[in-house]
Structure formats: C-alpha cells, structure tokens
C-alpha cells in the first residue's frame, strides 16, 4: 500500500520568513495530492492540492510542488503571519482510493 | 448548512461503557470515514464506507463499529470503550468523483476513564 513521510514533525518561523513542509510518497499511481490544515479544535481544511499532471500549482502566499520522478511534494508558504500556525497533513491518493495522510507539521509563526 | 457535522464535541465516559460517536453530511457524498487523531500519529482510518450499507475497515479498527444505513449518516461506536481510545475523532466525506478532496468534521474528543 501507498506510504506517504512528511517533514518535519515541527517548524518554528518568524513572521514573514517562508516555510517549506516536505512529503514522499512510494506508491507511483498516486494521482492526486493534497494538502490540509488543521487549527486548534477544528477539523482539517483542504488549503491547496495538485494532480500529477502539473508540476507546480500557487494560490497567493501558498504553493505546492511536485515532482513524479522522485515521489516527493512540498508545499511552501511565503510571508508567513502568525494566523498561519496550525498543523498542515499532506496526503496521497490514487483516484477515489482511500487516501494515505502524512503524520503532521506543526507550524509555529512567531511574531 | 451544507456541511458535515459531528456530535457530541466533548465526551467523557468510562472504561467498558459503550459510545457512539455520530457524523451526518449533506453533501450526499459517497465516501465516509472516520480517523482518530493521536500526538505521534497523525490520523489513523479506523473504518470507511464507499456507499450506503458498504463498510471496510482501516488501519485501527479494533474495539470500533460502524454502520451506513443511510448515506447521510456514519456512526461510530466504541462497543466497550478502554482508555487507550480517549482519542479525538474525525468524520470525513468525499466525493466519487475522481481525485477529490476530504471534507472533515470539527472533531469529536473522546476521554475514557
């Protein structure tokens, strides 16, 4: 079955530095990625995903990476504030498939 | 609203009672599943369900029951609760549509004593 890493578990920033969160995935007929933020006592939010068909997608701050030949996807932020801080998951999924999660990054903004 | 949404929030009960945790969505969505999120772990599938009355287990199963008897509604039960359940749980839903994303509830926090 399909394993998706992320790293790291924690990543302390300064307000307005970027923060780069990273996973690999082992299983090459993951098509679809996304990526989840989770703040303090809600439910997870979809933040931004990509298909495996485009190398780079970008919302305003946020954007996500990928790349099929090495497995491995990123999402970046830039211009980090602290509204920012949350746990992000990303996760792998091969069309209506159950879909893998990654462990979590717990984003620390600091004013 | 549209949405998916989970009851109770909060619960405290104790060792060997039985629990049922509900979610409901609107979204007439396929899909459902429930996780349980613990430090360390991220988020374990404990059951999903494709469709109404289509149930499969996940990763941690053990000690849970689901049911899908309508496609609205995935209800998840501790048969006899032990501590190492005090966890909080997450309702999901998703389309059938290929390559959708999850919509999850905001949680329900289970403590066993």
């Known amino acids: 079955g399909e394993n998706v890493e992320q790293h790291p578990s924690t990543l302390s920033v300064q307000e307005g530095d970027s923060a780069v969160i990273k996973c690999t995935y082992s299983d090459s007929a993951s098509n679809y990625f996304p990526w989840y933020k989770q703040e303090l006592g809600k439910g997870s939010q979809l933040i931004i995903d990509i298909r495996s068909n485009v190398g780079e997608k970008k919302d305003q701050r946020i954007a996500v990476t990928l790349n099929k030949t090495a497995k491995h996807f990123s999402l970046h932020i830039t211009e980090t504030q602290p509204e920012d801080s949350a746990v992000y998951f990303c996760?792998?999924?091969?069309?209506?498939?159950?879909?893998?999660f990654g462990r979590g990054t717990s984003l620390i903004v600091h004013p | 609203d549209a949405g998916i949404t989970q009851s109770p929030r909060y619960k405290i009960t104790e060792t060997g009672r039985q629990v049922t945790l509900m979610c409901h969505q609107t979204w007439s969505h396929s899909y459902m599943f429930w996780y349980r999120q613990d430090l360390g772990h991220g988020l374990r599938l404990i059951y999903y369900s494709a469709a109404a009355d289509i149930t499969d287990k996940g990763e941690v199963p053990d000690g849970y029951v689901v049911s899908r008897s309508k496609t609205e509604n995935f209800p998840l039960t501790l048969e006899s609760a032990t501590r190492s359940q005090t966890s909080v749980y997450f309702c999901a839903s998703s389309d059938t549509q290929g390559q959708s994303p999850l919509h999850f509830g905001n949680g329900t926090r289970l403590t066993v004593t």
């Open positions: 996760a792998a999924r091969e069309g209506s498939y159950i879909p893998t």
